[in-house]
């Protein structure tokens, strides 16, 4: 049995776990256990065909895209997919602006101190669009019981192709129903103050 320096003994003394030094000689053999025509005796025919032929793995970035069925479906249902947003884009659903006599009316709100200010931008789509005075009225969507407030606004469209107008209005909660109203037609909006 051996001991170590302070006189114990090792716990492993009995069991060879080494060769000694002098056992190792440099004309050694290796034993492998893998053997390579064994296990293609075992493989498919299409592992086979593919050493056979020795062919190279195809690679790329297009081909990691549809390389099976099931990358091939989700490949071709992501180009659907974006398709149809396009267009739907085109088509204008997406848009969140409305026409008025030839002009695209944009509203944005913010919601500041029991107010909303709100920002109404408006570009004229055409040569003749509607050039005159447009009356608004804001209302909230939902109002108390015995209560109809109703805001009423003046503007003017000029000859210019892009103009903003901004206002006030004494509603900061829930949605907002506004009617612009020129001479000939008339848009109702629904909006939410940010």
Not at 5 to 21: F, I, M, T
Not at 181 to 186: F, G, L, P, T
Request: proline share 4%; charged share 25%; with cysteine.
């Amino acid at each position: 049995m051996s001991e170590d320096e302070g006189g114990k003994q090792r716990p492993n003394a009995n069991y060879n776990l080494s060769r000694p030094d002098n056992s190792v000689t440099g004309n050694e053999e290796l034993v492998f256990y893998y053997n390579r025509e064994r296990r293609l005796e075992k493989a498919p025919e299409a592992v086979k065909q593919f050493y056979k032929n020795d062919q190279k793995l195809r690679t790329g970035f297009f081909y990691s895209l549809v390389a099976d069925r099931p990358r091939k479906f989700l490949f071709l249902m992501i180009v659907l997919f974006c398709l149809g947003i396009l267009l739907l884009n085109i088509f204008g659903y997406f848009d969140t602006t409305h026409s008025l006599d030839g002009n695209k009316i944009g509203v944005k709100a913010a919601a500041f101190e029991g107010t909303s200010i709100i920002v109404l931008k408006k570009t004229a789509n055409k040569s003749n669009a509607y050039t005159g005075a447009v009356d608004i009225a804001v209302a909230p969507v939902s109002q108390p019981d015995g209560e109809y407030s109703v805001y009423t606004h003046r503007i003017f469209f000029s000859l210019e192709k892009e103009e903003t107008y901004r206002f006030a209005v004494p509603f900061d909660e829930g949605d907002l129903l506004m009617e612009l109203q020129s001479e000939k037609n008339a848009v109702k909006i629904k909006f939410k103050p940010d």
